[in-house]
């Protein structure tokens, strides 16, 4: 908690992107958490790839469910709609705002209490419909909200902060991801902007889910000696085997790659994704493979980050459904609501 | 880049703006702090230990300290420091009791100060309290040297500078009046008294002259520093209607000005370049002006127009400027125009003349007159003999020989004591915390958008009636309430230890100014180019830290915008940022930096941070 609200005085240097805004018109409110919370720098972080879009904060919705993670979208973006869901719930209203809107762009917090704990049923689901959305699960292994209790993310093994072991085995949203075939799988780390930034613009830009796990260390209750979602831990077992740049919509890109070094990957509205330093082995685009190489990290005690999966080809929620173009609150009333003659009609379809 | 050297006071007082730019650092943070919590006697003496007239400076200072203000970068216009200044003297207590006190035994030592200026004044109220004797020669009949001669009184009452020269000359100065010293020689040789050192704070008394045709042929043409002197001293209390004054610098507006309240009606002050070379503080100027006072820009005199041997006249160039490849700029003259006028000031500048000093006994002079005086330790070429304030390197300000006075009493200290003056005493500084609770701080650390205040004036036909009307009303305390608030606390440092942080990211994230970065080291031009946002002001420093624990990389910080709000330290979970208030302590003649007369009694200035 700070005493005074930031200042709205800004930079005069600051530079302006194409709506002619700048990073500061992308900020919300003063952040509550604790800190040195993670959750915080992944705030700036999605500040700074909005700002990088140059998406019109009016033009976006930001859900959450709830915990220290479920209360950042009031930091970030005032100008955006937002809806603060039930606990474990926000993909069900995400998927459902979604559906009635296909033109606003959709950003989703959670937690890993929220998304793999109490949430579990809810995230499969909005996984395996491919809602467009990006889902972003701000991970540090404990229930930080409650005080400290662990989730269902925590590490065998990690300690508490007073002393207690964890021994019940972790799940991976990497993996359950894969398994119940995200078309974007992705992890970060909140103390690494540069590689966190462009995974969060490339994950807007993707049409379908985007899973974005972000270890985030939660200083008060989890940044000790034994905690294996601290800023030390993280740091020293981070491995990246990615390097994504995220490219908007060039038609050609500048630098050049000896092949083998980078992997491009264009994503359906013409943006390119380019991924540098593949680590040797790894393919991205390879479901199995990818499993199999993070899973064989995961035993190593390893924190493999990068763009991990991307399947550009799958066909989003939409397209399976076929649903209408035009937002609902863009169709006529008559349309949107065809009578009861309509109805007696259709039911008589199914008789 | 290296790591930033931070116990070098001078790193931290190069942040302060303010404090930077005065020439005598004065410690203006901590003195606004103290108005704004209503401490004026507190806020009048911290200002006194620096500056030794803050009642005369409030309301004449040339402010460099203005210009130099961190909300100029910010909002366009810097906090009114000195006007905020002369609310501490306005509104001070009795302050007889806070002033040193003056040991009846004397340590023996003798010295004699040739004029009785801010310079001269400043050396006796540093030795003073040391137990020196000091004589003062002053050749008019009242002391106070140009503060006195050439400062209009409606821009400094007679009663302001009466009592702060009081302070000092109470001291026990010897102060010899009509007393003019005509040859040095004849100090030097005891003719006068003994002396251990002596101190020529004579100023800069010879106004420039202007030889054109005509400059001979009339009573009514006045050298400007001149005129006022006797208009000062009420030898001179009429001028005719219609005036012309020479020139465009402080002095004119001085003249111009006193010209209005005496009888002139149509005072034009005729420059010869355009307007944004005019030499005048832009404040003066418009006070000028507000006044009726006409400016007219590229009009170079060529002669004065006499008719049957009265002035009647002036006759200018009317000329335009261009810059010449060699970046100097030349004039094209497009015509002529004579302007009617039954009086001409001329105020085109002062310089320093000595023809009391003699040229054959040790004391070197330059191929323009001037003497040679040493730039640290204000001695000229013979031992003993000290020069400072405007007659050291001619014209300059109230503040600077301030500056002059307290260096060459150092100097002269150390000489008493057969030390080495070259040997200058080091400054020290103070870092204290300023954290009250996790996130509470004892000092006003939220950025307020007040707008600066405008100085309230008398209206004009009042203060046109009489010489004596002080134009500037000062601050009300509405006004004084809301600038002090414009105050960025610069001397509140973010002060930075390297091994507590964790590289959360949490003040990069949070600073409105986007002063921080977390990145891999690099040299300066290249790390300037990686910063948070573009480092636009090169002027000012980047703190660089020790390489960080977690992974190498440095914290850097790019002074240049920083408000001093806080929020870094705030966010910093593990207090690796934290405000600590800065205090430089200057050192002063028979004073280590930061120690004080030990027999000064009561509230002292600054105690409480
Ligand atoms: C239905 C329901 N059950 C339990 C809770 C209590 N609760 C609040 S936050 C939270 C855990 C949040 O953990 P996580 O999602 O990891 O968020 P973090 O605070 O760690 O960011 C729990 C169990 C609740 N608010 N609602
Ligand atoms: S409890 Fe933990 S997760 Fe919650 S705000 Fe504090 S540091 Fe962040
Ligand atoms: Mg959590």
Known sequence: MSWIAKPRIAHPGLPKNALGLTRRDYEGGMSTLCAGCGHDSITAAIIEAFYGLNLPPHRIVKLSGIGCSGKTPTYFLSQAHGFNGVHGRMPAIATGAVGANRELTYVGISGDGDSLSIGLGQLAHAIRRNVDLLYVIENNGVYGLTKGQFSASADVGSKAKKGAENLQPPIDPVLLGLSLGATFVARSFSGDKEQLVPLLQAGVRHRGFALIDVVSPCVTFNDHEGSTKSYIYTREHLTEVTDADFVERMPEIRASYQPGEAIDVRLHDGGMLRLRKVAEGFDPTDRDRAYAYISEGLRDGEVLTGLLHVDESALEMHSVSGTVETPLVDLPFEDLCPGSDALDALQQGFR | ?609
């Open chain 2, 1 to 609: 880049m290296k790591p930033t050297d931070v116990s070098d006071p001078q790193y931290y007082h190069k942040v302060v703006d303010c404090q930077w730019g005065c020439p005598a650092h004065t410690n203006v943070p901590q003195y606004i702090r103290l108005i704004a919590q209503g401490k004026y006697t507190e806020a009048y003496m911290l200002n006194r230990d620096s500056n030794v007239f803050p009642g005369i400076l409030g309301r004449t200072c040339d402010r460099p300290c203005e210009p130099a203000c961190r909300r100029t970068r910010l909002d366009g216009e810097p906090v009114a420091i000195c006007r905020l200044k002369r609310v501490a003297s306005d509104l001070r207590g009795d302050i007889e009791d806070l002033l040193p006190r003056i040991p009846t035994q004397k340590n023996g030592r003798r010295v004699a100060c040739v004029g009785s200026g801010p310079a001269s004044l400043t050396v006796a109220n540093d030795l003073l309290p040391l137990g020196y004797e000091v004589t003062i020669f002053e050749k008019q009949d009242r002391p106070g040297g140009l503060m006195w001669s050439n400062i209009p009184q409606f821009r400094l009452p007679p009663a302001v500078l009466k009592e702060e020269i009081d302070y000092i000359l109470d001291m026990g100065v010897d102060l010899r009046l009509n007393t003019p010293v005509s040859s040095m020689q004849a100090l030097l040789d005891g003719e006068m008294g003994d002396w251990d050192a002596i101190f020529v704070g004579s100023g800069a008394p010879r106004g420039k002259n202007l030889e054109i045709e005509g400059r001979y042929d009339s009573e009514r043409i006045h050298i400007g520093i001149d005129w006022l002197e006797s208009v000062a001293f009420g030898h001179i209390d009429r001028i005719e209607d219609r005036v012309l004054v020479i020139g465009v610098g402080n002095t004119a507006m001085d003249c111009c000005r006193t010209a209005m309240r005496i009888g002139g009606t149509d005072v034009k002050v005729m420059a010869r370049k355009s307007r944004e070379h005019f030499k005048a503080s832009p404040w003066e100027l418009e006070d000028a002006e507000e006044e009726k006072v006409e400016v007219l820009e590229n009009h170079s005199p060529t002669r004065f127009v006499i008719e049957d041997g009265e002035l009647v006249g002036m006759d200018f160039e009317l000329v335009d400027w261009h810059e010449g490849e060699d970046g100097r700029l030349r004039k094209e003259v497009k015509g002529n125009r004579i302007i009617p006028c039954d009086t001409v000031i001329l105020a085109i500048g002062q310089e320093t003349a000595f023809p009391w000093i003699e040229r054959d006994i040790g004391i070197e002079f330059n191929e323009w007159d001037e003497p040679l005086v040493d730039k640290a330790t204000f001695q000229c070429t013979r031992e003993g003999v000290f020069f400072g304030g405007d007659a050291a390197w001619g014209p300059e300000n109230i503040i600077w020989a301030v500056e002059h006075g307290h260096q060459a009493a150092i100097s002269i200290h150390q000489y008493c004591q057969d030390l080495p003056i070259g040997d200058r005493p080091p400054y020290g500084m103070n870092l204290v915390s300023r954290k009250m609770g996790l996130h509470e701080w004892s000092y006003s650390n939220d950025y307020d958008e007040a707008q600066r205040q405008k100085m309230r004036h008398v209206q004009l036909e009042q203060r046109l009636q009489e010489l004596t009307v002080e134009v500037e009303e000062g601050f009300d305390l509405q006004q004084t309430l809301n600038e002090v608030e414009r105050c960025l606390n610069c001397d509140v440092q973010t002060h930075f230890t390297t091994n507590l942080c964790i590289e959360c990211d949490a003040c990069v994230d949070i600073c409105p100014l986007n002063c921080l970065t977390i990145a891999p080291n690099g040299d300066e031009e290249e790390l300037r180019g990686r910063l948070s946002a573009p480092a636009v002001n090169l002027a000012q420093d980047l703190y660089v830290s020790e390489n960080l624990p977690q992974t190498a990389r440095v914290m850097v910080k790019d002074e240049d915008l920083c408000i001093h709000c806080g929020l870094c330290a705030e966010r910093c979970p593990t207090a690796a940022w934290d405000m600590r208030q800065y205090d430089l302590e200057i050192p002063y003649a028979g004073l280590e930096a930061g120690a004080r007369h030990p027999d000064r009694v009561g509230v002292l200035a600054g105690s409480d941070r």
